[in-house]
């Protein structure tokens, strides 16, 4: 069963950094291009970032170009998300994904989640 | 960037009846090399991640119940939800991914009376 979990969300103030952590398990996660989505409070799902499967291409978001580094670690099954110099606008609860064999940049498995709050 | 339009924002429907919801691209994602439209759908319930409903734009994904059907081409596709049960009251998403940044539709809010 394919298991993603999501780790390292909290409070932070403004300027801030915090890292977001996913730990894969139930498929072979270096087969895979890896993702992370958000949701602020109210508001609908936006694309951050995504990997390719070895870690050589990589894709932002514009409002993050600069501030957040994906990256993964194949050999313990992780997805990172790097935040540096936070924003109120980035609260949300940031989910990692996987994208589906049958299709490119398609979402088939999530987290749960982890919310990130900044805040003073 | 490609912007996605969904419509309405939101609707109310009987338990039973039909529910359409149109998803209208800024430009057409529709790859001819490979004749396929790079288009997704998905369900958002409170507290729940994001469920997959379908890709290349009618492909239902595993375990969706044929109630669900999507359809469309180039710059305007659709998911049609037939004879609404209350477990379909959800916001639905559509999702392009043509290029990056991969983009969604601003949500519909789907509510069951």
């Known amino acids: 069963e394919v298991q993603l979990v999501e780790s390292g969300g909290g409070l932070v103030q403004p300027g801030g950094s915090l890292r977001l952590s996913c730990a894969g398990s139930g498929f072979i996660f270096s087969s895979y291009w890896m993702t992370w989505v958000r949701q602020a409070p109210g508001k609908g799902l936006e694309w951050v970032a995504n990997?390719?499967?070895?870690?050589?291409?990589?894709h932002y978001l514009d409002s993050v170009k600069g501030r957040f580094t994906i990256s993964r670690d194949n050999a313990k099954n992780s997805l990172y998300l790097q935040m540096n110099s936070l924003r109120a606008e980035d609260t949300a609860v940031y989910y990692c994904?996987?994208?589906?064999?049958?299709?490119?940049?398609?979402?088939?498995?999530w987290g749960q989640g982890a919310l990130v709050t900044v805040s003073s | 960037d490609i912007v996605m339009t969904q419509s309405p924002d939101s609707l109310v429907v009987s338990l039973g009846e039909r529910a359409t919801i149109n998803c209208k691209s800024s430009q057409s994602i529709f790859y001819s090399s490979n004749n396929k439209n790079y288009l997704a759908w998905y369900q958002l319930k409170p507290g729940q991640p994001p469920k997959l409903l379908f890709y290349w734009a009618s492909i239902r994904d595993s375990g969706v119940p044929d109630r669900f059907s999507g359809s469309g081409s180039g710059t305007d596709f659709s998911l049609t939800i037939s004879s609404l049960q209350a477990e379909d009251a959800a916001v639905y998403y559509c999702q392009q991914y043509y290029n990056t940044p991969i983009t969604f539709g601003q949500g519909t809010r789907l509510e069951i009376k």
């Open positions: 990997i390719k499967q070895d870690g050589s291409e990589k």
């Open positions: 994904a996987r994208d589906i064999a049958a299709a490119g940049w398609v979402f088939g498995y």
